[in-house]
């Protein structure tokens, strides 16, 4: 299982500084795009961050906005990006028919079912999916454990990909994710890995509460 920083910033210049002190400890690291409509927070837009500025690092990208269309084009001029999440209500069969040289996943927030996602068409194309286990847009929300069974019901669908979780996760609701640390492909974690005093202690305490090991 991996875990990855999720960084939600409002400049690339505070976006940066939480970077530089977490990459000693992290090579894959999560940015989130809020465009202030798909939820009420607002943050650097994708063109301004300058993924060329970590050549040694690579990212995905969280994209809380309600038209894609623009943030994709803007990751296809970067480079070092592995994927991009985009809200279950945004996503268009197009975008998995349109080549980018990284790959579409698709975000469950905490009011979306599994069963919308086996609905779609494109759900035979779709290897990763992002479960919310927070209302999406700022970090420090509550963790919501109620998300947590969705994990098992993608699986009872048939989803045989990736499945990622994001939001609230920290040394004190990790207890409640180690029941599905099986079906769980990473962990994007923001604030508890971004506040943190001394980064590499809080990552281990996530590794020693589910056994895990950090790639």
């Known amino acids: 299982m991996l875990i990855i920083p999720a960084i939600l910033e409002k400049t690339f210049s505070q976006a940066k500084d939480k970077i530089t002190k977490l990459s000693p400890y992290f090579s894959r690291?999560?940015?989130d795009i809020a465009d202030g409509k798909a939820v009420s927070n607002k943050t650097l837009e994708t063109?301004?961050?300058?993924?060329?500025?970590?050549?040694?690092l690579t990212f995905d990208f969280h994209l809380m906005v309600k038209n894609p269309e623009k943030e994709l084009e803007a990751l296809e001029r970067k480079r070092n990006i592995n994927l991009a999440f985009i809200d279950i209500k945004s996503a268009k069969e197009e975008f998995?028919?349109?080549?980018?040289p990284f790959e579409i996943g698709i975000t469950l927030n905490p009011e979306d079912k599994p069963e919308e996602l086996v609905q779609k068409s494109f759900f035979q194309r779709i290897n990763h999916v992002l479960v919310m286990t927070?209302?999406?847009g700022f970090q420090g929300s509550p963790f919501l454990p109620e998300m947590l069974p969705k994990i098992k019901t993608l699986r009872g669908l048939g989803f045989k990909g990736k499945?990622?979780?994001?939001g609230g996760i920290n040394d004190k609701t990790i207890k409640y994710i180690k029941p599905h640390k099986d079906s769980i492909y990473a962990l994007c974690i923001g604030s508890y890995l971004t506040?943190?005093?001394?980064?590499?202690?809080a990552k281990d305490v996530l590794n020693k509460s589910l056994s895990i090991e950090q790639v």
């Not at 063109?47 to 040694?56: G, I, L, Q, V």
């Not at 998995?96 to 980018?100: E, Q």
């Not at 499945?163 to 994001?166: E, N, Q, R």
Request: overall charge positive; aromatic content about 22%.
């Open 195 to 201: 506040k943190a005093q001394n980064p590499k202690n």
């Open 29 to 31: 690291f999560q940015i």
């Open 163 to 166: 499945i990622y979780l994001d």
């Open 47 to 56: 063109a301004e961050f300058k993924t060329e500025k970590f050549p040694n």
């Open 134 to 136: 927070v209302n999406p």
């Open 96 to 100: 998995f028919k349109t080549y980018y």
